[in-house]
């Protein structure tokens, strides 16, 4: 299928179809040149988007790849066939690389303080990966090109110095974020009602927030508040955060759906 066909399919708008032809430049390169492409690091929402598009341009090609297995910000590597994936990530071709940032033991920073640091050096968002916060600084996953410029610029993060010393990606240690378990009984698998227990709104709300365009399910976007769940689906909401749908069980004694949830806090 041609691009313009390809994206007037799959892309949602201007800026959706500007993702997703930068995306098909990079496999079409990998395929015509013979060399490694890649694209800059993806939230999960465009990891998903353009995961649709590749499964019709071309089936089987890419790998996403965020520095570890669980990593949130990915990026789409495209491999020629000389190339295998652990020889990629384990070499120079390998556009992801990983920053020991220390501060002092009296700094209290947040994600933000260390995102609004790179930006003010004039890194897009595509060049910064995951940010693994720890008690005296962070690890902060970049594309290897930001190197030379974060070495040499990057002093300060909020009003703290920062001391920069490149690791290897085996040295990351990511840890799980603070969730919540809920267990909860719903009439029946719909969005709505699941949505509802996971985020603990009433379910005119849910529904209101699922017509409202805010909610994805498995990071794509649905308006449906009827669509059916299933144990394993991920659950989004602009405002509200994540949860996740991890096991469906059997009925209570008034014959409602036993679910289990975790939510990300």
């Known amino acids: 299928m041609k691009k313009t ?5 799959f892309a949602r708008d201007g800026e959706s179809r500007m993702l997703l032809a930068r995306v098909l430049d990079q496999q079409q390169r990998a395929e015509q040149r013979g060399v490694p492409t890649h694209t800059g690091f993806l939230s999960p929402a465009q990891q998903a988007e353009s995961a649709d598009l590749l499964m019709a341009a071309a089936p089987g090609q890419g790998v996403l790849f965020g520095g570890y297995p669980d990593a949130e910000r990915k990026l789409w590597a495209f491999l020629p066939d000389w190339l295998d994936e652990e020889t990629w990530q384990q070499g120079e071709d390998c556009p992801v690389c990983a920053l020991q940032v220390t501060v002092p033991p009296m700094a209290k920073l947040t994600h933000r ?9 004039g890194l897009t968002r595509e060049k910064i990966g995951d940010i693994l916060m720890e008690e005296s600084g962070a690890q902060v996953l970049v594309l290897r ?6 070495l040499s610029q990057w002093s300060t993060a909020g009003r703290y110095p920062v001391t920069l010393t490149p690791i290897p990606l085996d040295a990351l240690t990511p840890t799980q974020g603070e969730t919540k378990e809920i267990r909860a009984t719903v009439a029946s698998l719909r969005l709505d009602a699941v949505l509802s227990s996971g985020f603990s709104v009433s379910r005119t709300r849910a529904a209101e927030l699922i017509k409202g365009g805010r909610v994805m399910v498995n990071h794509r976007p649905c308006e449906k508040a009827d669509k059916p769940v299933e144990a394993g689906d991920v659950l989004t909401c602009r405002g509200l955060g994540k949860c996740v749908l991890k096991a469906v069980g059997g009925t209570s004694r008034r014959g409602r759906i036993i679910l289990e949830m975790e939510r990300y806090l």
């Open 5 to 9: 066909l390809l994206l007037d399919r």
């Open 145 to 150: 090109e930001t190197l030379p410029i974060l």
């Open 113 to 121: 303080d260390y995102l609004g640091a790179l930006m003010g050096l």
